[in-house]
């Protein structure tokens, strides 16, 4: 698969001169000649590098450089600039922009920025894999003794017996779904091969295909070398498959025929590649609801539900919520090298009381944010009052209006009334990026896009 460039720049000449050049040189290119066309191409596209230029009829493409650099963390930003908007486009760099070219440019100029990407792209990702090597080594801990938690341990060390049994973890969000799939990996006989995280919500649906299975050797300089799938680089241990309800259809059916026979073929590849690896996959959705809603596989389902794990709340741990604040504390004022302050019972009550929606991933971002504006050699009550704004009770529905039962009332119609205004709510919110709103409405953008189409929602 080549690498995908954007280019939004309003100069028409241009667009067509560095359309031509970047597909001689391997790449696939898409083009746009205003900010508003810039946004569906990226949210559709998904771009490797966006040549974005500065000034734009509909606004100025610094403007959109934070939000999509929020949206689109992976991809870079080279900025267009005119002679005279050289400071801006430094200014553009600190705030998140790769690179920036000053107009007019030689090819051979863009040619050179484009390969200082790809080198450093490359050593990103070789330095993430030397990162993940270290977190796989590091031994993990499991913080509390209630019953849920007792039980969870008793479990993974009777799963973690059997080799090459596929799991299938669920829970809330935050619950802690990859720490158990590390801990069954560690107490394994796999626990010297790697352990591969994959959060499949995370990489773009028309590149995840090669992230997993890999890719066989391109036609094109950009890509001469064939690329090894994380399916490959997690042979003879675990993959970790996270937000498994958000595969493609089409990942699905791959997925499952690897789960049968254990081989993979490459993109563009005809030659089997036999892989030993345990799959471990995990969800915080209903994969049943999403079977009924046809998106996603029953068969697949039942082969992943080998031996399911069901991961409590945190709300539902009870004083392991005290264990886990205390052990956080210690762990960021050592960080810092401060004092480690005491909880005080008013603050115990205060933690206890409180449910938790984002359990333990919540938990540990309130415990920094403590740890790093409190100087006190005690935290009280007071100092968790940003907890209640969080947990408040939320605004009456608009829908808990009386509802007349007449003739010709159809709950169907009246259901979906609800659901297309909620649809079009998110969807405006997120500019019509579609990946967003699905998230914004707890549903893939698949499930999501054939519900805009249902709607005719424009």
């Avoid at 720490?179 to 649906?205: D, E, K, M, T």
């Amino acid at each position: 698969m080549a690498m995908k460039v954007a280019i939004i720049d309003d100069e028409t000449t241009l667009r067509l001169t560095l359309e031509m050049f970047l597909e001689d040189e391997g790449y696939e290119v898409k083009t746009a000649s205003t900010l508003e066309e810039g946004w569906t191409i990226i949210d559709q596209f998904h771009p490797h590098i966006t040549l974005l230029d500065i000034r734009l009829p509909d606004g100025n493409g610094l403007d959109s450089l934070l939000d999509w650099k929020e949206q689109f963390p992976h991809m870079a930003v080279i900025m267009l600039t005119a002679y005279g908007d050289a400071k801006t486009a430094v200014r553009a760099m600190k705030e998140g922009a790769f690179d920036y070219l000053t107009k007019p440019f030689e090819l051979e100029e863009l040619k050179v920025t484009l390969e200082k990407w790809n080198k450093q792209h490359h050593l990103e990702k070789e330095v993430e894999r030397y990162r993940e090597e270290e977190r796989r080594t590091h031994p993990v801990r499991m913080i509390g003794s209630s019953d849920p938690i007792n039980e969870l341990r008793a479990k993974i060390s009777l799963i973690a017996e059997s080799d090459n049994t596929t799991v299938l973890v669920r829970g809330e969000t935050g619950t802690g779904k990859e720490l158990v799939a590390r801990s069954i990996h560690q107490q394994s006989s796999r626990h010297a091969g790697p352990f591969v995280a994959v959060n499949c919500a995370s990489i773009p649906a028309d590149l995840i295909e090669v992230e997993l299975f890999g890719r066989e050797k391109g036609n094109h300089a950009v890509q001469p070398e064939p690329k090894v799938g994380l399916m490959e680089w997690a042979d003879g241990g675990t993959l970790f498959l996270d937000e498994v309800g958000d595969l493609s259809l089409d990942l699905q059916v791959k997925l499952l025929r690897f789960l049968e026979d254990k081989k993979i073929k490459r993109v563009g590849s005809v030659h089997d590649v036999e892989v030993d690896v345990r799959v471990i996959a995990a969800t915080n959705r209903s994969l049943e609801e999403m079977i009924q809603d046809k998106e996603f596989r029953s068969d697949l389902y039942y082969r992943l539900n080998v031996v399911p794990i069901q991961l409590s709340p945190l709300r539902k741990r009870g004083k392991d919520i005290i264990r886990l604040t205390e052990h956080f504390l210690n762990e960021f004022c050592q960080q810092m090298s401060k004092e480690v302050p005491v909880l005080k019972e008013d603050a115990k009550k205060r933690l206890l009381n409180y449910s938790w929606p984002g359990n333990v991933r919540e938990l540990k971002n309130s415990v920094e944010r403590l740890a790093i504006l409190h100087q006190k050699k005690e935290l009280s009550a007071h100092h968790l009052d940003f907890l209640s704004s969080v947990d408040a009770p939320s605004e009456p529905s608009d829908y808990d209006e009386d509802i007349e039962f007449t003739e010709q009332f159809s709950l169907e119609d009246y259901l979906e009334r609800i659901e297309k205004e909620y649809i079009e709510k998110a969807i405006q919110e997120s500019k019509w990026n579609i990946t967003q709103a699905g998230k914004r409405l707890g549903i893939s953008r698949y499930a999501l896009q054939r519900r805009i189409d249902k709607y005719d929602i424009k």
